[in-house]
């Protein structure tokens, strides 16, 4: 999908998202599943969600004014998260919660998710009522995170998060924090 234009989806208090990518898993060394250069805004809940699939490239995406968070991911595998803005995200305080995190990014953020090889760079989320970018790791080895670089968070309560308990990755670099 390249050029599309997607607003004023999701349904309140349910993972209804704008756009759902979920068992997609292409056959083929060149095949991929592709969202390029799309814009999806005013979503009631979650802006793009991803879940078992393998094979993602999301590149040049504006994502903007979710409720739960822009863009989630769990249970995928070899994907590219490339050179996309995402844009205020909305926390609701009195909701049935959908998810465990709120973050303009949140990658494999849960407990239970199951995700790797995952190319996360060049990305910058702007303006959250919670967090900018939520992953969880079990472990801070330098091989999960040499394909995450050049992630910037701006004007967001909380930066950037890993949920895994006890585990605190301070050796993630090239990432940047302005104002949370």
């Given at each position: 999908?390249?050029?599309?234009?997607?607003?004023?989806?999701?349904?309140?208090?349910?993972?209804?998202?704008?756009?759902?990518?979920?068992?997609?898993?292409?056959?083929?060394?060149?095949?991929?599943?592709?969202?390029?250069?799309?814009?999806?805004?005013?979503?009631?809940?979650?802006?793009?969600?991803?879940?078992?699939?393998?094979?993602?490239?999301?590149?040049?995406?504006?994502i903007m004014d979710s409720w739960t968070s822009n863009l989630y991911v769990r249970n995928?595998?070899?994907?590219?998260?490339?050179?996309?803005?995402?844009?205020?995200?909305?926390?609701?305080?009195?909701?049935?919660?959908?998810?465990?995190?709120?973050?303009?990014?949140?990658?494999?953020?849960?407990?239970?998710?199951?995700?790797?090889?995952?190319?996360?760079?060049?990305?910058?989320?702007?303006?959250?009522?919670?967090?900018?970018?939520?992953?969880?790791?079990?472990?801070?080895?330098?091989?999960?995170?040499?394909?995450?670089?050049?992630?910037?968070?701006?004007?967001?309560?909380?930066?950037?998060?890993?949920?895994?308990?006890?585990?605190?990755?301070?050796?993630?670099?090239?990432?940047?924090?302005?104002?949370?």
């Amino acid at each position: 999908m390249t050029g599309v234009e997607m607003k004023n989806l999701g349904q309140y208090d349910s993972e209804r998202a704008g756009l759902r990518i979920r068992g997609m898993n292409p056959e083929g060394e060149d095949e991929q599943v592709r969202v390029h250069q799309c814009s999806l805004r005013n979503s009631e809940t979650f802006g793009l969600i991803v879940e078992q699939s393998s094979k993602v490239l999301l590149t040049q995406n504006v994502i903007m004014d979710s409720w739960t968070s822009n863009l989630y991911v769990r249970n995928s595998h070899d994907f590219n998260i490339s050179n996309n803005l995402t844009v205020f995200l909305n926390k609701r305080p009195f909701t049935i919660k959908t998810s465990e995190v709120t973050a303009q990014y949140a990658i494999c953020s849960e407990k239970d998710h199951s995700c790797s090889n995952i190319i996360f760079k060049d990305n910058i989320a702007a303006g959250s009522e919670d967090w900018g970018i939520a992953f969880k790791y079990e472990s801070c080895e330098a091989t999960v995170y040499e394909q995450w670089s050049n992630n910037t968070v701006f004007a967001a309560d909380h930066g950037i998060t890993n949920g895994a308990v006890g585990v605190n990755c301070s050796d993630i670099s090239h990432q940047s924090v302005f104002f949370s």
